[in-house]
């Protein structure tokens, strides 16, 4: 993948949006005791803490490459944690008995993902000629990283996107229907990530991010923010 500085504050838009989300949903599980605010709140903190540790070398105009590269690898592992959440909300969902089999898998998943980032570590490169920073993300731990967000957000998009389909209610349905489109937004931008090869593809990564996060919190809190029982 191909950074430049331009790309990276691209990154405080989605940045300041999972902060925003995350404060919202915190608040909401603060007074409700909503378990769906606690655990999308729990991936909201995981989204933000990505873009912050990435954001911040940048801002600080840390010229080290090394922690460039170390800050993009510490992201990777929220980026991945942040489906240990969405896959406790699926298995409450569904198949409710195995939600603590499914949450141990999906932290397995998260040391797998990162394991394979770490082992097959590649440090960043500066074009000395186009300013371009070149971070570089293991391939295996990308397409790892793609079907993680696929099979847990992935599934849990269709869930509530053919849910909605059937509610009749129109506040409910609407609010279905949008948390699935973001869920599935946000797993499509996680399976294509490891395929993004210039700056203008990165431009519209973060881009996306932020649309993928809008529209998962309209849904969250589309009409108060009651459950979705």
Known sequence: MIFSSIVYYFFIIPALISIYGTYRLYSSYKKTKNQLMEYFSGFFVCKAAFFIIILVPVLLSVGDLSVLGISFALGLLFISFSQVFIAAILFSIILTQFRKIAVFLAIAA?????????????????????????????????????LEHIFISGVLALIFI???????????????ILLGVGLFLVSSLALIVPFLKNPTQMLIFPTLCAVAYL???????????SSLD
């Open 215 to 225: 529209v998962l919190l309209a849904g969250l809190l589309y009409k108060g923010e």
């Open 110 to 146: 998260v040391i797998v993902i990162n394991l394979l980032n770490i082992v097959n570590y590649i440090s960043p490169i500066l074009d000395p000629r186009t300013g371009i920073l070149q971070t570089y993300m293991d391939r295996s731990a990308g397409i790892a990283l793609g």
């Open 162 to 176: 053919f849910k909605g389909l059937k509610i009749t209610e129109k506040f409910a349905r609407i609010r279905s």
